[in-house]
Structures are given as structure tokens and as C-alpha cells.
């Protein structure tokens, strides 16, 4: 029981961290009125989200994957760890940016937190293939929902620094989505049957 209890919270932290359609604890926003409220809102989701993905490689600890869908993952993780801390530094630099801004409609929020329970419960009760094709999905949302979020992000900064570096970690979530959906589309077209309903051409 004392090897079996941590892994079992472990599961439930990554099973969380995989869900990225959850919806993120609403926090008071702070600072400056005058703040863009497209910027901070934008900046806080991303935040989370990328605070949240860089701990993906968790995975490691209690599932087997192939080495690809491995080191994909692992590549998320650190790429994820990087813009959060730039995200931070944006932060302490300038007052104005409120990483707490994050505000969601009482609707969407139900919605996104019945999503992560559903997509909890598949990752933590499957395994090999059929395991590997749901997180494979999970990424897809989780980088493209990043992809956007830091192109908006970006569109509504004013200062041509961050907003190039914004750019930048926009085209890095892209080319991860990229990388996970070829690597999806290549495990679909391996496997002759999985959960997701997804056949073979």
C-alpha cells in the first residue's frame, strides 16, 4: 500500500492535467482596470494551460507508451514548462499583466468540467493502444486550444517584444499539434480496431 497510494494520486494528478477541456478555477482578477481584458484573459488561460502541460510527462511514472508517443510527450512538456515561465516573466516585468484573469460563462465551465470527468475516466481505465490514441487526442485540443490562445494573445499586445514572443510560442504549439496529429493519423492507420471510432483507411 505505500507504493500503491502515490501512484494512485499521481494518476489522478496527470488524469487531470490531460483533461485540458476542464475548466480553470475562476480567481478575482487584480491589478490595473485599464488592462487590455482580451490580453489578461488570454494570457491567463494560456497560463494554465501551460503550467498544467508541463507536467504531461508524468505519464512516465504509471503508463507504458512507445518511445514516440514517449518522447512527444516529453517534448510538450518542456516546450509547455518554457512559455509558462515566459508568461511569468511577462508578469513580474509588467504590473498591468494579471495571470489570474481567467473568467468562463457558468455554462461553459459545467460543460468543460463534464468533459474532463468523461475523459478522466478513459484514461485512467485503459491501456496499450487504445491508451495511447486517447492521449494522442487529449493533445490535440490541449495544443490547438494553446496554438490560438497565444495568437490572440499576441494580436492584443501592444508591446512589439512580447508580442513576437507570443508569436512564437503560438507557432511552436502548432507545430506540436502538427507532430501529434501525424503521429495519431500513423497509429489509426496501424491499428485495425480502437475505442474512438476512428478506421483505418
Sequence with gaps: MKIIFPLLVVMLSVAGVLTGCQSPK????????AAPPTRNNCYSLLHQLLDEEKDVSMLRFIKREHSDVRNLIKKIAANSATGSKLLEEFSRNDPSINLDDIRLPPGEAATRDAIGSTKQKELLGESGDEFELT?????????SYAWHLA????????QPDRARALAGVSKDMQNLYQEVFGLLLSKT????????GIQPD
Design 26 to 33: 475562476a480567481r478575482p482578477a487584480s491589478g490595473s482596470s
Design 135 to 143: 492521449l494522442l487526442l487529449t493533445q490535440t485540443e490541449a495544443l
Design 151 to 158: 495568437q490572440v494573445a499576441g494580436e492584443n499586445e501592444s
Design 189 to 196: 492507420k496501424s491499428s485495425p480496431t480502437n475505442s474512438i
